[in-house]
């Protein structure tokens, strides 16, 4: 059965930056596109990015240029680096293997001074 196990998420002031991690057990990441999700109090989920097994990552307008989205496949984990964080960042955070039908539990960030 497939698990994912995001961490690494907490307070941090505007500007700040955190680092994401999704740890995979059940399956092996290396043949699958990984994503980062986020869903904020009273709105729908949104998908920030991607990563292909090439190792290319795909971005959301919302946070081109602040987050980068990376995986080690021996490790079976991937990370968002966010960066620039902005209040409006505050969300929690989701990671999710394309084509399956299985989320973890999240990981809150929140962005406040």
């Known amino acids: 059965q497939v698990q994912l196990v995001e961490s690494g998420g907490g307070l941090v002031q505007p500007g700040g930056s955190l680092r994401l991690s999704c740890a995979v057990s059940?399956?092996?990441?290396?043949?699958?596109?990984m994503n980062w999700y986020r869903q904020a109090p009273g709105k729908q989920r949104e998908w920030l990015a991607s990563?292909?097994?090439?190792?290319?990552?795909n971005y959301a307008d919302s946070v081109k240029g602040r987050f980068t989205i990376s995986r080690d496949n021996a490790k079976n984990t991937v990370y968002l680096q966010m960066n620039s964080l902005k209040p409006e960042d505050t969300a929690v955070y989701y990671c999710?293997?394309?084509?399956?039908?299985?989320w973890g539990q999240g990981t809150q960030v929140t962005v406040s001074s």
């Open positions: 999710k293997i394309t084509g399956v039908d299985r």
């Open positions: 059940g399956s092996i990441i290396s043949i699958y596109t």
């Open positions: 990563i292909t097994t090439g190792g290319r990552g």
